[in-house]
């Protein structure tokens, strides 16, 4: 079982920054690669970024000039620093760690979601 937490979440004026980090843990061989999505009160959850074992990330059009995301020292951990938040980035966002495990090649599993509200 992998256990994903996200932190880093909070208050913010606009063009404020924040920066989330998120931390994967338990049994598994490795991470394929992690993403951090969003989801707005009455919207869908949208992918926000990704990165992938080879360090390689991907953005969506929204966070592109804006967010960084980044690993940390070690590869089970990684952050999203944003920039220049608007209201519209307002949001709880999940991250979501794609591991090998004993039981799968490719397994999903998601945090519990960290509130980012930024105000106007």
């Known amino acids: 079982q992998v256990q994903v937490e996200e932190s880093g979440g909070g208050d913010v004026q606009a063009g404020g920054s924040l920066r989330l980090s998120c931390v994967a843990s338990?049994?598994?061989?490795?991470?394929?690669?992690i993403s951090w999505y969003r989801q707005a009160p009455g919207k869908q959850r949208e992918l926000v970024a990704t990165i992938t074992s080879d360090g390689s990330p991907n953005y969506a059009d929204s966070a592109k000039g804006r967010f960084t995301i980044s690993r940390g020292n070690a590869d089970n951990t990684v952050y999203l620093q944003m920039n220049s938040l608007k209201p519209e980035d307002t949001a709880v966002y999940y991250c979501n760690a794609a591991a090998f495990t004993p039981h799968s090649d490719h397994d999903e599993y998601w945090g519990q979601g960290t509130q980012v509200t930024v105000s106007s």
């Open positions: 338990g049994i598994f061989f490795s991470i394929n690669s």
